[in-house]
Nanobody
């Protein structure tokens, strides 16, 4: 059983910073990619940032220059450093991971339960 557990959400004033963490646990061989998505009521979940096992990153245009995604492969943990936060960044942030499982099957996709980020104006 693979679990992704997010932490680090909370309430922050506009212009402030938060750091989200996503810890992967359970039986798997490797994390091929990890991403952060966010969702607000009535809207589709959208990609915020993604990082591959090789370190390649991509970001939503709305967060470029403000958010930084990183990963500690030894700890099976991903991070999202969010700076210069804006009220429109308010959302539930979800961690997503693409894993190779213990049977060497690639493309196993998992989601965390989400962590709420609220940015006040």
């Amino acid at each position: 059983q693979v679990q992704l557990v997010e932490s680090g959400g909370g309430l922050v004033q506009a212009g402030g910073s938060l750091r989200l963490s996503c810890a992967a646990s359970g039986r798997f061989l490797s994390i091929n990619a990890m991403g952060w998505y966010r969702q607000t009521p009535g809207k589709q979940r959208e990609l915020v940032a993604r990082i591959s096992s090789g370190g390649s990153t991509n970001y939503a245009d709305s967060v470029k220059g403000r958010f930084t995604i990183s990963a500690d492969n030894a700890k099976n943990t991903g991070y999202l450093q969010m700076n210069s936060l804006k009220p429109e960044d308010t959302a539930v942030y979800y961690c997503n991971a693409d894993l190779t499982n213990s049977d060497y099957v690639r493309g196993m996709n998992y989601w965390g339960k989400g962590t709420l980020v609220t940015v006040s104006s």
